[in-house]
């Protein structure tokens, strides 16, 4: 019966140190971005600067002794800065100045996106939204032309 109890408690304490969860951007950073160390690849990271790619996620080990989550990729693609991205709504970029960029709802300055990362596959959904399309749709008679990015 002693060896019972003594498995149970050893089997408790080595249970809760490790956990396996699935990718979820918002629940990480929700849960884990302010109290925890994030790698990906074994590489520290600022997680709330980069955008996976879902499909590319082998595995998501959050280690509570630590205050460690390991995040391990199926393929190594290389992972680009939001100047190295081929979008082909960027194509206007070149002759039209971009003045703001929304990716997943948060609005980013030009200052803040070169600190941003993105996995090849992890763009959804890109639409560029021009000048005269916000005169037609709105009250306010500024010169904008704003990227909208959705990556999950």
Same mark, same amino acid.
């Given at each position: ?13 080595l ?21 925890f ?10 997680f709330q ?17 630590q ?10 693609? &290389?992972?680009?800065?939001? +100047? =190295? #991205?081929?979008?082909d ?6 002759? /039209?100045? !971009?003045?703001? *960029?929304?990716?997943n ?6 200052d ?12 959804k959904?890109? &639409?560029?939204?021009?000048? +005269? =399309? #916000?005169?037609?749709?709105c ?5 904008? /032309?704003? !990227?909208?990015? *959705?990556t999950?």
């Amino acid at each position: 019966m002693k060896n019972i109890a003594i498995i149970f408690i050893l089997m408790s304490f080595l249970g809760c140190a490790t956990n396996i969860i699935k990718y979820d951007r918002y629940k990480i950073e929700k849960r884990y971005v302010d109290n925890f160390n994030i790698r990906l690849d074994s590489i520290k990271i600022n997680f709330q600067n980069y955008f996976l790619d879902k499909e590319n996620i082998k595995s998501i080990v959050v280690d509570r002794k630590q205050k460690t989550i390991w995040i391990d990729r199926v393929h190594l693609k &290389k992972i680009k800065t939001f +100047s =190295e #991205l081929e979008l082909d709504t960027l194509e206007a970029w070149t002759s /039209n100045e !971009l003045t703001l *960029t929304i990716i997943n709802g948060i609005p980013y300055t030009q200052d803040m996106l070169n600190k941003l990362m993105f996995e090849n596959q992890s763009i959804k959904w890109t &639409k560029l939204i021009s000048n +005269s =399309e #916000l005169l037609n749709n709105c009250f306010f008679n500024r010169k904008r /032309n704003i !990227l909208v990015i *959705t990556t999950d």
